[in-house]
Nanobody
């Protein structure tokens, strides 16, 4: 079955950086677009970034453009989210996701807290 395992979350001060990782198994990773979403307390889950299978096209939610970078290493079945200039409003649980013919798959999430 498809498994997505995120890591790299933590607590940082405003202006700090973190890199999230998501390792996928159970899929032909290089064939699928990958996504990062986040969910803040009391809010709905929202799109953050996506990257297609060949890494040539990435897309970002407006609030993170210029601060976050999504990338992938198909040899490691891993997608990354490099987050810089973090703001308190970036505080959320971050999830990676992909969709296959079996449906949409989610990881367990990793907590990112931005606080002074």
């Amino acid at each position: 079955q498809v498994q997505l395992v995120e890591s790299g979350g933590g607590t940082v001060q405003p202006g700090g950086s973190l890199r999230l990782s998501c390792v996928a198994s159970g899929i032909a990773f290089s064939s699928y677009a990958m996504f990062w979403y986040r969910q803040a307390p009391g809010k709905e889950r929202e799109f953050v970034a996506s990257i297609i299978s060949t890494s040539t096209i990435a897309d970002y939610e407006d609030a993170v453009k210029g601060r976050f970078t999504i990338s992938r290493d198909n040899s490691k079945n891993t997608v990354y989210l490099q987050m810089s200039d973090l703001k308190p409003e970036d505080t959320a649980v971050y999830y990676c996701s992909t969709s296959t013919v079996q449906g949409t798959h989610w990881g367990q999430g990793t907590q990112v807290t931005v606080s002074s």
